[in-house]
């Protein structure tokens, strides 16, 4: 019986390790890689001519970011082939996917520039590469045991920090408790900042409790990653001084 346990246990390690491999070496699924900038792109059709447009419109994004480094590198992986069916399996469905230093893009590409397709929706590429370049960049700073999930950040500060750097200067915090404290909208229904760009309702109180602690209460990244205020006070904070009942 023990060997029969020490057996499916090695097996059980032996396909951790296989899927390890597999995820962090995108290469033993695409057909064709090419780098662009500290961008290397994997596919297996044809590149389409715009994306490097797009990727200097996302790096142009972050690089203003608290945590920026400029010596980043980071993997996208294109929606073809098996990679991204696998990783949406292990990771769940989401617009894009970011672990350690690869993106893959789960939503699908549209024939209009800068855009693709995403839960019915028409969505901006670069809002989303530029998301995901984020949670590249906080892996990089946090390290695999201080990056989410190993590292256990509430949520208001990991997103909350990235959709504030890529969507933070939209709306004024006035206008942002506007849109939290709207009774019609509920916390996964998507919010439109403007004409292109938009977000879920939760990731809008987030990214204001952020906005709040770096422009009010002049927090820095190591301030807000450490602070021991929990994400209730701080919106009670937030919606009372800036609410308009």
């Known amino acids: ?75 996208l992986c294109l929606n073809e082939g098996i990679y991204p069916k696998i990783v949406k399996t292990i990771l769940g469905d989401d617009v894009f996917t970011a672990f350690s230093n690869k993106i893959v893009v789960l939503g699908e590409k549209s024939s209009e520039f800068n855009r693709f397709h995403k839960w019915e929706k028409e969505l901006k590429y670069s809002q989303f590469l530029s998301h995901a370049l984020m949670h590249n960049l906080q892996y990089k700073k946090h390290g695999i045991l201080g990056a989410n999930p190993v590292g256990r950040h509430p949520n208001w500060r990991w997103e909350g ?57 002049n927090w820095d990244y190591e301030q807000l990653m450490g602070t021991k205020i929990g994400e209730e006070e701080l919106l009670n904070r937030l919606i009372s001084t800036y609410s308009k009942e």
Request: with cysteine.
């Open 1 to 75: 019986m023990k060997k029969v346990i020490h057996r499916a246990v090695a097996l059980a390690f032996f396909c951790f390790g296989l899927l390890v491999i597999f995820l962090l070496n995108p290469i033993l699924s695409y057909a064709h890689s090419t780098t662009y900038k500290n961008i290397t792109i994997y596919y297996n059709g044809a590149l389409d001519e715009n994306l490097t447009k797009v990727i200097d419109l996302s790096l142009s994004s972050v690089s203003n970011a608290k945590i920026y480094s400029a010596d980043i590198k980071s993997d």
């Open 161 to 217: 920090y990235v959709e504030y750097e890529i969507l933070g200067d939209l709306l004024s915090l006035e206008e942002l408790v506007t849109i939290i404290q709207d009774p019609a909208s509920n916390d996964y229904d998507w919010i439109n900042l403007t004409e292109e760009e938009g977000t879920v309702k939760r990731h809008i109180i987030y990214m204001a409790l952020v906005k709040y602690g770096f422009e009010i209460l």
